[in-house]
């Protein structure tokens, strides 16, 4: 009883801070102004995105022509709106988009539902065409990437989901602190390191090599056909490791971690939790 008292303790603690601080935008009702920015670009001459956000979702989709179409949406308060700074330009073949809110809210009050947050969309449209780079880093959002072709994709996140999905790449490395991250139907190689949160990804070909580590969350791969030769290396700390559609010819530790070697090429699937399962299945 006294654990949950103190622990109610520190949450009003909290939430009493957070009203100091935020007391501007919890108490604006009516004083929040909308935000609507639009950007076309010829993609003709554009090889790749450079793209940062401090707080703002963000998702890539697929656009209705040839053009590159950037769109910011939400509503803001005031006072926010003086600390933004927003910047879309395109720079030696770059589309490079920026935006920084000094001192932004990175957090929300569930004790008060009624009011309304500063919410941002960042919503960029591609054409069909590949790309050499999408450079992706965000603070706090969530991170959409639904449509595109890149030779290179590099994500940085500190707070928010990542989901890709009906994307074409060769290579990609994502750096995770907070976070889920699922992917469908990937291509090409992938290196995913998170510090907390599940990791989903679905192949749709297994090529090239895959490496996962997470320190504390659950990985779960989806193969759809093993090729002749391959290697995986499969390991959790504190979790279970788990096989389904793979041969039984394979080494096992006292741990339950896994290492499997068949032939002497073929690409590598190593995943490694420190807490957390670890499972592999073949379709």
Excluded at 185 to 211: H, K, R
């Amino acid at each position: 009883m006294k654990k949950i008292a103190g622990i109610a303790f520190i949450a009003c603690i909290i939430g009493i801070i957070g009203i100091v601080f935020f007391r501007e935008d919890l108490f604006a009702i009516g004083d929040y102004e909308k935000i609507t920015e639009n950007k076309t670009f010829d993609a003709s001459n554009i090889e790749a995105l450079d793209v940062a956000v401090n707080v703002a979702d963000t998702t890539i989709e697929q656009s209705a022509d040839s053009s590159i179409h950037v769109h910011l949406v939400g509503k803001v308060s005031e006072r926010t709106q003086k600390q933004m700074k927003y910047e879309v330009y395109e720079e030696a073949g770059t589309v490079i988009i920026q935006l920084n809110q000094t001192g932004a809210q990175w957090f929300n009050f569930s004790i008060l539902p009624s009011l309304s947050f500063n919410k941002l969309d960042l919503v960029i449209q591609l054409p069909d065409k590949m790309f050499k780079k999408l450079m992706l880093s965000s603070d706090v959002a969530e991170l959409n990437i639904l449509y595109g072709d890149f030779q290179s994709v590099n994500i940085t996140s500190d707070v928010g989901d990542i989901q890709i999905e009906n994307t074409k790449t060769s290579q990609v490395t994502i750096e995770a602190d907070d976070g889920d991250i699922d992917i469908e139907n990937g291509l090409g190689s992938w290196e995913i390191t998170s510090d907390v949160g599940d990791t989903d990804i679905s192949l749709d070909t297994w090529n090239n090599d895959v490496l996962i580590y997470t320190n504390v969350g659950e990985i779960d791969v989806e193969l759809p056909v093993l090729p002749n030769q391959f290697k995986m290396d499969l390991a959790s700390d504190v979790g279970e490791v788990e096989t389904t559609g793979i041969p039984q010819s394979r080494e096992a530790s006292d741990d339950d971690n896994v290492y499997l070697e068949i032939g002497a090429d073929g690409p590598l699937l190593q995943l490694k939790s420190d807490v957390g399962d670890v499972g592999v299945s073949v379709e």
